[in-house]
């Protein structure tokens, strides 16, 4: 059938290979399926009609099945594209998790536009728009595709941020996160153009071993180490490490909460995916220049994120802390260099994927028309309105804290791990004591959905078994939660994820001991 095709002049196989085509089958099959979900907007009705979650579902499943089918083939020679794409185990993983988590949000956002009156087709193609960036990314091996990935990711998530048109804080999370993204944007782009004007190179391939000719030569160039600064300013904005994390608290708070769930997890997925590619393996030969930057960048994450996590009264910007300070976690991997440390950010970034999935999930049902789940008083006797929903939420947060039989517990000792094997023992200690911090903050929730309802002290301040609830009003106990579902699937398949993979981590890790990052 192949030589049919290729025989016609006129059809796109007769000018590419289609060993090519097969080797990007995942993302055509999303960047197809996003102009078929387009096309099918114009004819279905827009309020109430579920033909276009279950097309965008369909299409989702279907690249992922191909991601699987492409992981247990493994192609000998993953590098399609004359070296501008890899379709190697690495970048097959990073998709999975990111389609994983499409799907989740996909299955959630039938109701979630329902009650917040967002019933619109366009949602639904800026999604997969912004998924087919995420896997362009995963396996760019081309400075010039990574740009493309990057910014086919971040424009549709700029229209998303700001998809509650009616509502002024959407509003202002759209343009805050568009003015600082396109900022950063410019940093990565200059980055990008010193390293390939000192190397001659856009390819990765052959920046590695343009580098590792002069790393042998002792040739340290200070224009290309200004690129790979400018490169990794403009990735911490994309994983919202600190210091470059400032549009994180309110793009998190301001956006629709499906939005924020996209954004928290699929997002770092695929910058990560990006961040390792470059930093441990492109960039190796210059590891000894790079790697204390990288590592205090990974403490001030965690110390910032954490520290500034226990003092906030809004629940998205608390996970919007946590996810900086999160950040800060899985840099250890990237610092580290190693493949145990790429390894550990693999998993890690695998956890975390289900661990915060799983709590935006809970929010997202709980939030109601005009506005989202966002004060502690929502929360507030959660287990005696809905035991379930308040029980997942608890296990959610004890595995962002690190928990011991959840997968946040083995995805930090695999980080830590690999820091003290590699002898940077204080990146570890920082790990250990930052996560001490967090249990305070996570541990709050848990108290607020367990606990008593706000009780009114003699200064106004608002208290739950103790704990400060200043500035939130009062929620109504008795206000009734229906739970759909998709919605109920989801969430529960999260809770349940985060504790196999707690307690059986060798089904992820086994997985991730096999995979190189392609580098030359």
Same mark, same amino acid.
């Given at each position: 059938?192949?030589?049919?095709?290729?025989?016609?002049?006129?059809?796109?196989?007769?000018?590419?290979?289609?060993?090519?085509?097969?080797?990007?089958?995942?993302?055509?099959?999303?960047?197809?399926?996003?102009?078929?979900?387009?096309?099918?907007?114009?004819?279905?009705?827009?309020?109430?009609?579920?033909?276009?979650?279950?097309?965008?579902?369909?299409?989702?499943?279907?690249?992922?099945?191909?991601?699987?089918?492409?992981?247990?083939?493994?192609?000998?020679?993953?590098?399609?594209?004359?070296?501008?794409?890899?379709?190697?185990?690495?970048?097959?993983?990073?998709?999975?998790?990111?389609?994983?988590?499409?799907?989740?949000?996909?299955?959630?956002?039938?109701?979630?536009?329902?009650?917040?009156?967002?019933?619109?087709?366009?949602?639904?193609?800026?999604?997969?728009?912004?998924?087919?960036?995420?896997?362009?990314?995963?396996?760019?091996?081309?400075?010039?595709?990574?740009?493309?990935?990057?910014?086919?990711?971040?424009?549709?998530?700029?229209?998303?941020?700001?998809?509650?048109?009616?509502?002024?804080?959407?509003?202002?999370?759209?343009?805050?996160?568009?003015?600082?993204?396109?900022?950063?944007?410019?940093?990565?782009?200059?980055?990008?153009?010193?390293?390939?004007?000192?190397?001659?190179?856009?390819?990765?391939?052959?920046?590695?071993?343009?580098?590792?000719?002069?790393?042998?030569?002792?040739?340290?160039?200070?224009?290309?180490?200004?690129?790979?600064?400018?490169?990794?300013?403009?990735?911490? @904005?994309?994983?919202?490490?600190?210091? @470059?994390?400032?549009?994180?608290?309110?793009?998190?708070?301001?956006?629709?909460?499906?939005?924020?769930?996209?954004?928290?997890?699929?997002?770092?997925?695929?910058?990560?995916?990006?961040?390792?590619?470059?930093?441990?393996?492109?960039?190796?030969?210059?590891?000894?220049?790079?790697?204390?930057?990288?590592?205090?960048?990974?403490?001030?994450?965690?110390?910032?994120?954490?520290?500034?996590?226990?003092?906030?009264?809004?629940?998205?910007?608390?996970?919007?802390?946590?996810?900086?300070?999160?950040?800060?976690?899985?840099?250890?991997?990237?610092?580290?260099?190693?493949?145990?440390?790429?390894?550990?950010?693999?998993?890690?970034?695998?956890?975390?994927?289900?661990?915060?999935?799983?709590?935006?999930?809970?929010?997202?049902?709980?939030?109601?028309?005009?506005?989202?789940?966002?004060?502690?008083?929502?929360?507030?006797?959660?287990?005696?309105?809905?035991?379930?929903?308040?029980?997942?939420?608890?296990?959610?947060?004890?595995?962002?804290?690190? @928990?011991?039989?959840?997968?946040?517990?083995?995805?930090?000792?695999?980080?830590?791990?690999?820091?003290?094997?590699?002898?940077?023992?204080?990146?570890?200690?920082?790990?250990?004591?930052?996560?001490?911090?967090?249990?305070?903050?996570?541990?709050?929730?848990?108290?607020?959905?367990?606990?008593?309802?706000?009780?009114?002290?003699?200064?106004?301040?608002?208290?739950?078994?103790?704990?400060?609830?200043?500035?939130?009003?009062?929620?109504?106990?008795?206000?009734?939660?229906?739970?759909?579902?998709?919605?109920?699937?989801?969430?529960?398949?999260?809770?349940?994820?985060?504790?196999?993979?707690?307690?059986?981590?060798?089904?992820?890790?086994?997985?991730?001991?096999?995979?190189?990052?392609?580098?030359?």
């Amino acid at each position: 059938m192949f030589q049919i095709l290729t025989a016609v002049p006129w059809l796109p196989l007769h000018f590419v290979p289609v060993g090519n085509l097969l080797g990007i089958l995942p993302i055509l099959i999303v960047g197809g399926g996003a102009v078929i979900v387009l096309l099918a907007d114009l004819m279905v009705p827009r309020r109430g009609n579920l033909v276009l979650p279950v097309v965008s579902g369909v299409v989702l499943l279907g690249a992922l099945g191909t991601a699987a089918g492409q992981w247990v083939v493994h192609a000998a020679n993953p590098i399609v594209f004359n070296g501008a794409y890899a379709n190697d185990r690495f970048a097959l993983f990073a998709d999975f998790v990111i389609l994983v988590t499409a799907l989740a949000v996909v299955a959630l956002s039938p109701g979630y536009l329902r009650r917040r009156g967002m019933e619109e087709g366009e949602y639904y193609i800026l999604l997969l728009a912004s998924v087919t960036g995420m896997l362009v990314l995963t396996g760019a091996l081309n400075l010039i595709v990574v740009f493309l990935g990057i910014e086919l990711l971040s424009i549709p998530l700029y229209v998303l941020a700001g998809f509650a048109r009616d509502e002024p804080l959407p509003q202002e999370a759209a343009m805050k996160y568009l003015l600082l993204g396109g900022f950063a944007t410019g940093f990565l782009v200059y980055g990008m153009a010193l390293i390939y004007g000192e190397t001659g190179h856009t390819g990765l391939v052959a920046i590695h071993h343009v580098l590792t000719t002069s790393a042998v030569a002792q040739q340290v160039d200070p224009m290309l180490l200004a690129g790979i600064a400018l490169v990794a300013v403009g990735l911490s @904005f994309k994983v919202s490490a600190a210091p @470059f994390h400032w549009w994180t608290p309110d793009v998190y708070q301001g956006s629709p909460a499906l939005v924020t769930t996209f954004m928290s997890v699929a997002t770092k997925v695929a910058a990560f995916a990006v961040f390792l590619r470059l930093f441990s393996a492109t960039l190796a030969p210059y590891r000894a220049e790079w790697q204390v930057p990288i590592a205090v960048v990974a403490i001030i994450s965690m110390v910032f994120g954490n520290v500034v996590a226990v003092a906030q009264t809004s629940v998205k910007r608390l996970l919007a802390y946590s996810g900086i300070a999160q950040a800060g976690y899985i840099l250890i991997g990237v610092a580290v260099g190693r493949p145990d440390g790429t390894q550990a950010s693999l998993y890690y970034l695998a956890g975390y994927a289900v661990m915060n999935t799983g709590a935006f999930a809970v929010i997202t049902i709980l939030s109601r028309r005009g506005e989202d789940c966002d004060r502690y008083s929502q929360l507030s006797g959660l287990v005696r309105r809905q035991p379930l929903l308040a029980g997942l939420m608890a296990i959610f947060m004890l595995s962002l804290a690190g @928990f011991p039989l959840t997968v946040g517990f083995f995805g930090k000792f695999f980080l830590f791990s690999a820091a003290i094997h590699d002898g940077q023992l204080p990146l570890a200690i920082w790990g250990i004591l930052t996560s001490a911090v967090s249990l305070f903050y996570y541990l709050r929730v848990i108290l607020i959905m367990f606990g008593g309802l706000p009780e009114a002290a003699p200064d106004g301040e608002l208290k739950v078994a103790g704990v400060s609830l200043d500035g939130a009003a009062v929620a109504a106990p008795d206000t009734a939660v229906s739970v759909g579902v998709p919605e109920g699937v989801v969430v529960v398949l999260a809770g349940l994820g985060t504790l196999a993979l707690g307690i059986f981590p060798a089904v992820i890790y086994s997985l991730l001991q096999g995979i190189t990052v392609v580098h030359g």
